[in-house]
């Protein structure tokens, strides 16, 4: 078990990471302003639930002969291009759910009233982002050993106590970025012509992180 000294330098790296613009955290936004603050936790769960999948594959070792393989890298970096890909499409597609003579005080249901798609939907968003994009594993295979003392017990162990600690940091960033972002979309979600905007906006930041992984590089 890491130290409580250890633990809580590790929980402010994390939320300094969480913090720094990245593919999950622009997600969350977008998917939030698009789609309301339950959505956008939705996805938060998600990414988390994918960071399940990562952390038990470092603390079993099977983290370090993903990374020696440029094939599997290669094959998951296009499968996780391809899913923002298809994002990029149906935002772009998305039609205004507002009708353009609704007035900007009418009574069409707020943002975060419900999930459009339904929650496990988007919680699927979230798990297949992240799962899909192998720069997460192979960070996570070279940053959270070094949190982890082989003085203190076992290293599987610790790995995995330090992945639940990186989540909840995770989860309280992205849970905060999902409530600001709902909130800001509700104001934009009245407008139709708004509503178009922020699709073509979030269409064009997801086509751009699946170009960026696309030619990512171990």
Not at 53 to 80: D, E, I, P, Y
Not at 85 to 111: D, F, K, N
């Amino acid at each position: 078990m890491p130290s409580i000294e250890t633990l809580v330098a590790f929980f402010g790296v994390s939320v300094l990471l969480a913090l720094t613009p990245g593919p999950d955290n622009l997600c969350v936004l977008l998917q939030s302003a698009q789609r309301g603050w339950r959505a956008g936790m939705c996805v938060v769960l998600g990414l988390c639930l994918g960071l399940v999948g990562h952390t038990t594959a470092v603390a079993l070792g099977l983290a370090a002969v993903f990374a020696a393989s440029a094939v599997a890298f290669t094959v998951l970096k296009f499968c996780g291009a391809a899913y923002l890909a298809y994002l990029a499409w149906g935002a772009l597609r998305a039609p205004a759910s507002v009708p353009e003579e609704a007035p900007a005080t009418g009574a069409a249901m707020a943002p975060g009233a419900r999930v459009p798609g339904g929650a496990l939907r988007m919680v699927g968003r979230g798990v297949v982002m992240n799962l899909t994009n192998p720069k997460v594993l192979i960070f996570f295979l070279a940053f959270l050993p070094q949190f982890a003392d082989p003085a203190r017990g076992g290293m599987a162990r610790q790995i995995l106590v330090l992945g639940v600690v990186f989540m909840l940091a995770t989860f309280l960033v992205f849970g905060a970025i999902a409530c600001f972002s709902g909130a800001f979309g509700a104001l934009l979600q009245r407008s139709a012509r708004a509503q178009r905007m922020l699709n073509r906006v979030a269409g064009l930041v997801f086509l751009g992180l699946a170009v960026r992984l696309a030619t990512a590089e171990r």
